[in-house]
């Protein structure tokens, strides 16, 4: 029998009761209290005193009386109660007949009324309920199985891997499933046992396992990613053999390769966690569309990643962005830039990286079945993971090289699987700020200038020590640290996870160093604690050699990387990624910055900057706002996709197909249109000319298909082709991002501050959220970021001109304040608001937005420039967590 619910689970228990008991009420009230009312009251429907049709013709010929109207309406009462409760009857039989969806996702009960009439809606309504309740009463609430709040990008699975360890004499048998977010007892019963109501079996299996983070499963409905639970192996499905490959065998299962763990790393000291960790590996690999999406992503000569690698640096590339935006000002001339220009300038290899990076993504929305694309890479492996090897179509983790004994690197390509390494750790860095990282690198400084010539700044997963013999202490340091955290695992609840495991690498081409201290600490090297690893070199501070040949090949003793392909990094993509690792901490990295950027100290101006050789200038019409789209369909994508013609959204099926929407809002978002080879680039169209020219035709006709139905008007194109040019017709689409970037240009030309700010004013009530908001287009991330910087900067614009031509500061204020909803980290934003506030004499005001603004860009691992601490003349405030939505202005 399960344990009773803890008291603080009460709450749902009880909510569930009043609901059933409030259900159960109303529908008792309407489907057996209003034949009773009405027994009580005007009998039974029928009249007992006639007896055939003629005496029911006499009582018809009679005079209406007041007994006669009121046996009537009873009986039109009997009748509309005999309909609802027919009703109720079909809504029920529905419901039933829907009831495993119902237990999972309890909001088809709301899908399901929206569609109704008001008489189905509340049959539906009552039953469904009802249901809900009762399935309440026994369902476990959600586990608090939540992601972690500081990896916003960590993947959410909801089905967890599921293995069978091998068979023990000594132990009952059964299944190891790891637990993932949002999961519960519930829904990993019905998923694997097939009946949700055997989780108090788990429950049994499993409450006496001790977890990685020390704690018991106390209570049933308190879970935790990554914990592992048994379940009842007879019940439990037998994995699926691996798929036949031609050009890559199966992995034998003592050479399989360990797979992202979706939590920190685990304490080392039983094999039975490799085990079921190899058991994983190969139901990963077994399932269906994972096997031939690559995990290596090349970057140009003698260089390549892993794809978790290149998901840190996409991460590392959004933190550098923040900190383009921190050194922008905001100046009119800008507005009128293109858009593709508004961005960081990337590198080769950074952009191939970003780029293999957002077209994982993007895969979410692709249908192989309506659309043939090119294969995108596999997906990345959870934040903080390090990979450093491709083996049999699978990534290798960083444990591989926690050996006892310490590896040797050795061979052509030595140096460049070492440079990968400390890219790749750096990396993995960036998906979990601001928390800790997870790999920490320990090395001397003259080792890392070796391998990263000219970098002089370096990223905190980095440790770096003056001597190699610091750096050994430093290993031994965290060894000792590790020993700790074990023997206070099994004593008490730590609130912090387990310590980072750390990568000693040493020069071993150096004379000098300790050779036997090094092998002493390498002898203590484990898989989630220590890895030791000994570039080149000959002597035998290494127990394991692993060769590496130029192209990454490896091969040595240890079987994880034994005929593996090594991750490498010549040194100027080394060089280039590093730039984009270090410029997410906010080191200036020219190569990175938008052209555009000036210099951080002006302050923004609403005046164009005028070039030396001005054009002639050409008076532009004043600027007349439009009250609607004046052409039949109106695309609209910031803030999402609609389709609305004539004023109203269009509902379409067609509309609701992600690749006919894709077609349209990218060339919604060009307006110029854009060549058949551009979309098919950014589409990730087939390679195969025919093939693409044919997926084209396809989209134009789906297109068409939906303007036509969606207007009525057959005979217009709606998607002309002039020549290679794809392009919606502007005669009969107007789209919301024209519109934006017209009125900007607008602002840019006007003649007077007021035609400038309605422009502005025009441009910012337009911009109503991010382009294509929810959908991971792979060309629109681009766009995305340069229009959301336009409407900041035409915010801040509109409001420094509001604070010049205004005596009241409140507007400027107000719309200040927008800017900051708008990007909740820009801290021009937040200098400008006390800048004011300070001027209004608001000083509690300013000393409150500063301790917002500080909070803010703590959750991002950043913190106040000092000169916006030196307006209040003070030092970083202690930090606070605000209310949400809580207002800058007080």
């Known amino acids: 029998m399960p344990r009773p619910a803890p008291a603080h689970h009460t709450p749902h228990r009880l909510t569930a009761a009043v609901r059933l008991l409030a259900s159960g009420s109303a529908l008792a009230a309407a489907v057996a209290g209003i034949p009773y009312v009405l027994c009580a009251t005007a009998g039974v429907p029928w009249p007992s005193q006639v007896t055939s049709f003629n005496d029911l013709a006499t009582r018809l010929e009679q005079p209406i009386s007041d007994p006669f109207v009121f046996q009537a309406l009873a009986l039109v009462g ?45 049959a539906a309504l009552l039953v469904g309920t009802l249901l809900i309740a009762l399935i309440g009463m026994w369902r476990l609430p959600v586990a608090h199985a939540t992601t972690n709040a500081t990896s916003p990008a960590a993947p959410v699975a909801t089905v967890a891997p599921l293995h069978v360890p091998p068979a023990r004499a000594a132990e009952p048998e059964h299944a190891t499933y790891i637990v993932q977010p949002g999961d519960t007892l519930w829904d990993i019963a019905e998923q694997h046992l097939g009946d949700p109501l055997r989780w108090p079996k788990i429950y049994q299996l499993s409450c006496a396992i001790r977890q990685s983070d020390g704690a018991l ?122 858009l593709e220009d508004d961005d960081l300038q990337l590198g080769d290899a950074l952009h191939r990286s970003n780029q293999a990076h957002l077209a994982s993504r993007a895969t979410r929305h692709h249908n192989p079945d309506i659309l043939a694309r090119r294969t995108a890479p596999a997906d990345p492996g959870q934040p903080g993971t390090v990979t450093i090897a491709e083996r049999v179509g699978r990534e290798v983790r960083i444990d591989a090289l926690a050996a006892p004994g310490g590896v040797r690197l050795d061979g052509p390509g030595a140096e460049d699987a070492a440079r990968h390494l400390l890219v790749a750790i750096a990396s993995a860095a960036q998906r979990l700020r601001p928390a800790p990282p997870r790999v920490q690198l320990l090395t001397d400084a003259a080792t890392a200038r070796r391998l990263l010539p000219g970098i002089e700044a370096f990223v905190p997963a980095w440790t770096l020590t003056g001597h190699a013999a610091e750096a050994v202490q430093a290993a031994e ?12 695992l099994g004593t008490e ?13 040493v020069d071993g081409q150096r004379p000098g160093e300790d050779e036997g201290q090094l092998r002493a600490l390498a002898a203590r090297a484990s898989a989630g ?118 004023g109203k959204e269009c509902t379409l099926a067609d509309t609701r197909k992600e690749e006919t929407r894709e077609f349209i809002a990218l060339l919604a978002a060009h307006q110029g249109g854009l060549r058949g080879e551009e979309i098919a680039e950014k589409m990730q169209l087939a390679d195969d000319p025919a093939e693409m020219k044919a997926e084209l035709e396809n989209l134009r006709r789906a297109a068409r298909r939906v303007f036509r139905s969606a207007t009525g008007k057959k005979e217009v194109a709606f998607v002309t082709l002039s020549g290679p040019i794809h392009r919606l017709d502007p005669l009969y689409i107007s789209t919301d991002v024209t519109a934006f970037t017209d009125a900007l240009t607008q602002a840019t030309r006007a003649d007077s501050p007021h ?5 502005l004013q025009h441009a910012t009530a337009l911009y109503t959220g991010q382009l294509c908001e929810g959908a991971d287009y792979l060309w629109a991330q ?13 915010l801040m614009l509109l409001a420094e001109h509001t604070a010049q031509q205004s005596a009241d500061p409140e507007p400027a204020l107000a719309l200040l304040n927008q800017a900051a909803d708008l990007d909740p980290e820009n801290e021009r934003v937040y200098r400008r608001i006390i800048k004011l506030q300070i001027t209004l004499g608001r000083d509690d005001a300013a000393h409150r937005t500063l301790a917002l603004l500080t909070d803010r860009l703590a959750a991002i691992d950043a913190a106040p420039e000092p000169a916006t601490l030196a307006l209040l003349n003070q030092t970083p405030p202690t930090r606070r967590t605000p209310a949400g939505g809580a207002s800058i202005r007080r």
């Open 78 to 122: 009997w009748a509309c109660w005999a309909y609802f409760t027919a009703t109720v009857l079909r809504e029920a039989l529905w419901l039933l007949r829907c009831l495993p969806t119902l237990a999972r996702d309890a909001t088809l009960l709301r899908r399901r009324t929206a569609t109704l009439p008001a008489h189905r809606a509340a």
């Open 755 to 759: 035609e400038r700010a309605t422009a």
């Open 477 to 488: 340091h965290a060894l000792l640290e590790h020993a700790r955290h074990e023997q206070r």
């Open 529 to 646: 604690q220590l890895a030791v690893v000994t570039l080149g070199g000959h002597g035998d501070a290494a127990q394991h050699r692993l060769a590496v040949t130029g192209d990454g090949t490896a091969t040595g003793p240890l079987t994880d990387l034994n005929g593996s392909t090594m991750f490498l990094l010549a040194p100027d993509t080394a060089h280039e990624l590093a730039q984009g690792l270090l410029a997410a901490h906010g080191h200036h990295a020219t190569s990175l910055d938008p052209t555009d950027a000036p210099d951080p100290e002006p302050e923004p101006t609403t005046e164009p900057q005028r070039p030396d050789n001005p054009r002639p200038s050409r008076k532009s019409p004043p600027f007349v706002q439009e009250a609607g789209p004046s052409r039949p369909v109106h695309l609209a994508l910031l803030g999402g996709f609609k389709l609305l013609v004539h």
């Open 782 to 794: 681009g766009l995305r970021i340069a229009l959301h910087r336009r409407a900041l900067d035409a």
């Open 493 to 505: 609840v730590l609130e912090h996870g387990a310590p980072a495991l750390h990568v000693l690498l």
């Open 217 to 338: 499963l106390s209570a049933p409905d308190h879970i935790q990613p990554g914990w592992r639970l048994h379940l009842p192996v007879h019940n439990a499905p037998a994995p699926r053999p691996p798929l036949p490959s031609v050009e890559t065998p199966a992995p034998d299962p003592s050479t399989s390769t360990p797979e992202p763990e979706p939590e920190e790393h685990q304490p080392s000291g039983g094999g039975g966690h490799r085990d079921e960790q190899r058991q994983r590996d190969r139901q990963q690999q077994d399932r269906p569309g994972r096997e031939h999406r690559q995990v290596t992503i090349p970057l140009g000569t003698a260089s390549a990643i892993g794809v978790t690698t290149a998901a840190g640096i996409a991460a590392a590339l959004g933190f550098a962005r923040w900190h383009a935006m921190r050194r922008r000002t905001p100046r009119l001339d800008t507005l009128a830039t293109p």
